[in-house]
Each structure stands twice: as structure tokens, then as C-alpha cells.
């Protein structure tokens, strides 16, 4: 008899202990709960508490979750790691963990890029890296290798002022989602770049109550990041721009 738990869809959430990874976890386990369908996740952010406290809400008869806590700038590639040692392959990597200081040009800092490029830029690379090759090496299911999508923002095709070292992070990430679109296609693994606008998550800190009702939910932007996983494996969604709906702010 086959292993049930290689059996199961596994799903790996980086940034899953707030904002939209949190909301793409929670609607994620909603789902597979209703549906009585077995669903893995693997929950990664540097917040153990956080991680553990969604663990607490998620863990069910369908869904069984797996907390994985770290900085990415570490150490890039230990979720992954983690999640195959406990659930032997990665069917979707949902990668949500993403950092931003956001203040004028010339108040930028060399720390400021630094610290913004280590996460957004250099750990994702690594973390999509060593995702991709452990999916270019299982065996398909249901016609698909595995499925990556990466959150990037609105900020990766389009200026904002206060957005300098985002954006170069932002741009940066679109160029390598790009790339890895081209490898994709050949694999069968989908890659899907996501681009929100303005969502309110704890990343905006405290915001003006006009400004807050201009502004989308985290939950509005898992909605269709969960409804991409399910597009049939004939089909590749690659990217997904979703903005407030009086546009940005
Ligand atoms: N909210 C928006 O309006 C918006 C718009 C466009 C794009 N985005 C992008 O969407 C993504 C998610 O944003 P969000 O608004 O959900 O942010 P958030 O509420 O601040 O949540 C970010 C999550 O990522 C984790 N994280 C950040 N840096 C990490 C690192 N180095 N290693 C491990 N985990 C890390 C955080 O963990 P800890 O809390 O434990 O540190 C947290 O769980 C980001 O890439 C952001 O740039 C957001």
C-alpha cells in the first residue's frame, strides 16, 4: 500500500503567519475541509507563535499542518527542506514572505537595501531555486509537476514614490518569475506571479481610516490565488494583477 501522506495535495505557505499568506492558509484548509479532501500544509514565517496559533486553528480531519519557523534571509531554503522531510514533495509553493521600508529616496540607507534585497531578492531566488528542481524531479500529478506562485506587488511594474528599495526588489522578482515562466512551460510547472495593490495587513502598520476603506483585505487577494491552483492542468494562469477598486491609493 502506498504512503497515504504522498498521496495528499502538500502545500508550502512561506509569510503564512500574517496578512495574505495567513488568509491563503486559512481559505486553503476551509476548502479541503468541506471538500473531505486531505490537504498538507506547511506553514513557514519567522513568528513561531504566530505559525503555532494558525496550527492550533487549521489542524482537522483533512487538513494537517507542519510549522516551519526561520528567517529566510538565513537560511532560504530550510522550508522546503523541512516540508519534503515531512511530507515528501511539494505539489504548491506559495510564496508570500516579502519585506518593505518605505520612506523617500534620499532617506533610503545602504541597511535599508540590504536588509529589503536579502529577503525579497536573494532568499527568493534561492528559496524558488531549490523549490523548482524537487519539482522538476517528481513524478506529475494530475498533469501537473508542481505549482509556484510568487506575491510580488503592483510595485514591480510601476513606480511609487517612498518605493525605491521595494521596487528594485519587486522589479527584480518579476524579472526572475519571467525566467522561470520560460523553464516552466517545458516542465510542466506552473508559475504564477501575483500582483497586488494595496491590502490591509499588518505591512502597512497604522493607516488612516479614509485610507483603510479605500483598501482591498488579505482576504480578497487569496481568494484568487486558491482559485488559480485549481485552474485545470491544461491551463497556466501566469499572471494576476488585483487593485482596490477605486485603483491605487
Ligand atoms: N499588503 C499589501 O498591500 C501588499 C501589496 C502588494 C504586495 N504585497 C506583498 O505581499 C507579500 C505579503 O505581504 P503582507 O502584506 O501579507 O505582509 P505581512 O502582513 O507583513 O506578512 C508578511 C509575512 O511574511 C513573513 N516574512 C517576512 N520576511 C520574512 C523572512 N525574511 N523570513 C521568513 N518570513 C518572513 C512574516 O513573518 P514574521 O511576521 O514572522 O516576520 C509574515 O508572516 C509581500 O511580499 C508584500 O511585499 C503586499
Not at 57 to 80: M, Y
Not at 158 to 165: I, K, R, Y
Not at 202 to 218: D, K
Not at 234 to 241: K, Y
Request: aromatic share 4%; glycine share 6%.
Amino acid at each position: 500500500m502506498k504512503d497515504k501522506t504522498t498521496q495528499d495535495r502538500v502545500v508550502l505557505i512561506t509569510g503564512a503567519g500574517k496578512g495574505i499568506g495567513r488568509a491563503v492558509a486559512e481559505l486553503l484548509a476551509r476548502r479541503a475541509e468541506a471538500a473531505a479532501s486531505p490537504l498538507r500544509l506547511c506553514l513557514a514565517a519567522r513568528t513561531r507563535s504566530d505559525l503555532e496559533a494558525l496550527k492550533t486553528r487549521l489542524d482537522s480531519g483533512s487538513v494537517n499542518c507542519e510549522v516551519v519557523a526561520g528567517d529566510l534571509a538565513d537560511a532560504p531554503t530550510q522550508p522546503v527542506e523541512a516540508c519534503v522531510a515531512r511530507f515528501g514533495r511539494i505539489d504548491a509553493l506559495i510564496h508570500c514572505a516579502g519585506v518593505g521600508r518605505f520612506k523617500d529616496f534620499l532617506d533610503q540607507t545602504a541597511e535599508d537595501l540590504e536588509f529589503t534585497l536579502k529577503t525579497n531578492v536573494t532568499a527568493t531566488f534561492l528559496l524558488l531555486q531549490r523549490t523548482y528542481a524537487l519539482m522538476q524531479a517528481q513524478a506529475p500529478r494530475e498533469g501537473l509537476r508542481g505549482q509556484i506562485q510568487v506575491v510580488t506587488s503592483v510595485a514591480a511594474e510601476q513606480p511609487f514614490l517612498q518605493s525605491s528599495t521595494y521596487c528594485v526588489s519587486k522589479y527584480a522578482q518579476r524579472g526572475l518569475l519571467d525566467v522561470m515562466k520560460l523553464y516552466g512551460r517545458q516542465d510542466g510547472i506552473r508559475i504564477l506571479e501575483i500582483k497586488p495593490g494595496a491590502a490591509y495587513t499588518p505591512m502597512w502598520g497604522e493607516v488612516p481610516p479614509e485610507q483603510l476603506a479605500r483598501m482591498m483585505t488579505a482576504e480578497d487577494v487569496a481568494q484568487p490565488m486558491v482559485d488559480a491552483l485549481e485552474l485545470s492542468s491544461r491551463a497556466a494562469l501566469e499572471s494576476l494583477t488585483i487593485r482596490p477598486l477605486h485603483g491605487d491609493l
